[in-house]
């Protein structure tokens, strides 16, 4: 495509027509439709690539694809010789590049900053042959320019994000300008100043929290931090499994934001000393239903947050989804579909629990069974269970509510975690006289979950008569589609990752590469992988006051029992993940 003669020449539909034509990606009645749609279209409201992505046109380039504007803004890039940016807001300071230029002229010029430092400024535009603005910009930046070019519909979408969110902060601080963060364990006087901070419910501070939920449902967050600091609050998100930097806020911006979640999570506002736990129900932007568990901490610069972010689909999930293999859904249903015992979940925090237990709660809650559960909190309400909730300033603890459970004629009961001698002995109680009983704890691997109720003080004859069955769990990290390499793995791999696994043939491992649609991870999303230990009448005469878990782990393999290392080399040998996500995630605990 040709620079046109005269400068500031804003992109021509039929100039880019005429290029797609020529390059054979667009088919002549297609273009000649286009163009007529374009004499149609209001002057100036639509940028042509937007029109020209609306079309939805088969790109003869590239078979059962289309020509989506994404697409569109790259081949402009490679037309124009400039540098393509698909812009990642995870990637761009907000505070700093919104203080480069106004809303005003980034909206008139159709622009946005997406990075900024001592040698240059990165401006995104979607208009290649405009560039009367640089002067001015480089004149009042007294720094070069870099130009990109970036999709025209994120540029106009962002662009209002960031400004708005930049007025809000800007906004809440002018309205108090005297306000200092309290009740922090170390803070700097500053004398004169009086003790106001912004008020939770100002319109800016509503402002800021909207935008940080609707934010971190878009990026697709498992958990937003809200961390104070002595210069700046930070927010960070966790998008499969890794932290993010979101924003920084001044202190008493991020202690008004925290005041303002605390409000609506029906916490004690002014409660600032002691942790607590709070619940939100709100709507993603597609209008999804979401639930979020609140958790405040005391720190030395004030209160942090933290939010879980649960999605109600994962009651929808079914196990297929959840990363079970047709033998975990087979060993899975051999322990819930028993009338009565013990079934246990282990992992660490953040490894799927919730999701594997309240999926397999929904299965088992039919209209004939009584399901009860126990939760510290409630981790997502669901009509279909009564769930009660774990207060200990009222001495509703485990123990005791078990104890009012049983008087509720349940046939399944849900602990969220046994964690003392007192709940695991209401647990056995409810198994022994005829209850199905779920509950999680926190082991390393399945076998060790006999170990953990032993140093609870539970008698061996009670686990004997009790459990049924130990299921430990990880989350791997998935490949992403867009941008995994297969790579060849030797038997040296196989057998260092897994001693003495024959590796499967042929196996399509991959490696992770990194894309715009991982952020350059190489993963996208989380998938789970399981340990299920069966218990039989083998491995229960192993169980003993002085139970040998080593001698347990090896029966359970002989059994069946698929360790998670082994579980994860399946996941690798199907190139759903790598070599390194596996060892990292899975305990080093695999017995030949």
């Not at 349940?410 to 046994?418: K, N």
């Not at 992403?480 to 030797?490: D, F, V």
Request: net charge neutral; glycine share 6%; with cysteine.
């Amino acid at each position: 495509m040709r620079n046109p003669l005269s400068h500031d020449q804003p992109l021509d539909l039929q100039q880019l027509v005429s290029t797609l034509l020529t390059q054979g990606r667009l088919r002549q009645t297609c273009a000649e439709q286009v163009l007529i749609t374009g004499r149609n279209a209001p002057c100036n409201l639509l940028h042509p690539l937007v029109l020209l992505a609306e079309q939805r046109l088969q790109d003869l380039s590239r078979p059962g694809k289309t020509l989506d504007l994404e697409t569109l803004t790259a081949w402009l890039a490679e037309q124009c010789q400039q540098p393509y940016l698909r812009i990642d807001p995870l990637k761009i300071d907000v505070a700093s590049v919104t203080g480069l230029m106004s809303f005003a002229f980034a909206q008139r010029h159709e622009i946005l900053a997406v990075a900024a430092n001592e040698q240059a400024v990165t401006i995104a535009s979607a208009q290649p042959w405009i560039s009367s603005w640089e002067a001015d910009l480089r004149q009042v930046l007294k720094r070069p320019i870099k130009r990109v070019i970036a999709n025209p519909q994120e540029i106009q979408r962002l662009s209002v994000e960031f400004f708005q969110l930049a007025k809000s902060v800007t906004g809440a601080v002018l309205n108090d300008q005297k306000g200092v963060q309290q009740h922090a364990l170390e803070q700097l006087l500053t004398l004169g100043t009086s003790n106001q901070e912004p008020d939770a419910d100002d319109a800016h501070i509503v402002n800021i929290v909207d935008w940080l939920l609707q934010y971190a449902f878009e990026q697709r967050a498992s958990d937003i931090h809200i961390e104070p600091r002595r210069e700046q609050g930070c927010v960070r998100l966790r998008i499969d499994g890794v932290l993010h930097n979101v924003y920084q806020f001044p202190p008493p911006v991020t202690t008004a934001i925290v005041s303002r979640l605390k409000s609506l999570g029906r916490m004690n506002v002014a409660e600032k000393r002691k942790p607590q736990d709070g619940r939100i129900k709100t709507q993603t932007p597609g209008g999804a239903e979401v639930e979020l568990r609140l958790g405040t901490l005391p720190t030395a610069f004030g209160e942090k947050m933290v939010m879980r972010v649960f999605d109600p689909q994962v009651l929808l999930k079914s196990f297929d989804q959840l990363g079970f293999t047709p033998e975990d859904m087979h060993r899975w249903q051999q322990m819930t579909t028993q009338p009565n015992g013990i079934i246990l979940l282990t992992g660490p925090t953040g490894s799927g629990k919730t999701s594997t237990l309240y999926a397999t709660l929904k299965q088992l809650a039919t209209p004939q069974i009584n399901l009860c559960t126990l939760e510290d909190p409630i981790e997502m309400i669901e009509p279909a269970f009564n769930q009660m909730q774990v207060q200990p300033g009222i001495d509703l603890t485990f123990a005791n509510g078990v104890r009012a459970l049983m008087r509720q004629d349940p046939d399944i009961i849900m602990l969220g975690e046994i964690r003392d001698l007192e709940t695991a002995e209401m647990a056995i109680q409810a198994a022994l006289t005829g209850h199905l009983v779920l509950s999680t704890l926190h082991t390393n691997d399945a076998p060790s979950a006999i170990n953990r109720l032993q140093e609870l003080g539970i008698a061996p004859y009670l686990i004997k008569a009790t459990l049924l069955g130990v299921m430990a769990q990880r989350l791997v990290r998935v490949l992403c589609p867009h941008c995994k390499t297969e790579q060849a793995l030797a038997r040296s791999d196989w057998q260092s990752f897994a001693p003495g696994w024959a590796e499967p043939s042929p196996a399509r491992a991959c490696r992770a590469v990194g894309c715009v649609e991982c952020r350059d991870t190489g993963y996208r999303g989380r998938t789970g992988v399981y340990e299920m230990m069966l218990m039989s009448p083998r491995l229960k005469a192993l169980i003993s006051s002085q139970t040998d878990v080593n001698a347990l782990y090896h029966m359970a393999c002989s059994e069946g029992m698929q360790p998670l290392r082994l579980a994860a080399a399946h996941k690798v040998a199907t190139g759903m993940t790598t070599l390194e996500e596996a060892l990292r995630v899975t305990p080093n605990s695999f017995v030949g």
